[in-house]
């Protein structure tokens, strides 16, 4: 009588594709939903003590809207959420709540609401299609957003493809890594990107790994945003000499991807790089590796 879905972590850009590229992630989120006599919520996992557990909770607000739109009344919900995604690291754990949440009121209902459907409720609530694009459809996506519709591609993942996430230990929310841009660029930045990104899409598609160094650069947002995050400038400039395909920064951060060739067997040396610089600033991180 319940539902249960499991929704992937998402990285967001891959360096140039700001607000367009996202990937899901080998790192999840359990969402479970049932109707009861009053809404109670039960939470499990280190990163969510301190959510709210009333109707003010987004995972309920989010129920709420698939049934007001699909014209069904539950207005009480019991709702579990186990989480191995950090929060506010760059990870999509927001989106991931969000996708989870609307995949699992709506097959809670017998599923009305197309894909699409969801995909545009879920780009309207976090502002940009990138990383709740990724966690519905998996894979790389890339996508576009109109401010009413948003339209996705799932591109497979080349084979060989890892990803190696440092996750610094502190917290940053996407609404201060957004203020620190700028409100215009110029032409010659834009093309910058806009090259950029159509190649490293096209790389991603074919499986050229040997393309994705120069494709993944960027100058949209992380120029700004490596003031925020201490030894990101740093990793990167020299994470391909250790062993990086390409590195990035993970969303709005502070988590640095890496993406790197199963192949290559260069993950022990590129962690212990990772690491390094953020020790020496001083800031603590644990790494994964995730596909
Ligand atoms: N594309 C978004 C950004 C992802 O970079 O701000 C953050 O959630």
Redesign the pocket.
Known sequence: EGTRVKIPAST??LGPG??TLGMALTLYAWIEMKPAETTLFHFHGDNLEGLPKDKSNLIYKVAQSVFAEAGVSIPELEITMYSDIPLTR?L?SS?SAIVGALFAANLLIGSPLGLEKLFDMATAL?N?P??VGASLFGGIITAIWDGFHATALRIEPPANLEVLVAIPDFQLS?SK??EVLPKQVGMSDAVYNISRTSLLTAALAAGRLDLIKESMRDRL?QPFRASLIPGMARILEEATLHGALGTALS??GPTLLSLVDRNSNQAEELEAFLLSVLANEGIPAKTLLLK
Do not use: I
């Open positions: 967001a850009n700001f607000d760059g999509g989106a976090e940009h990138d990383n996407t890594a957004r947002h969303g709005a």
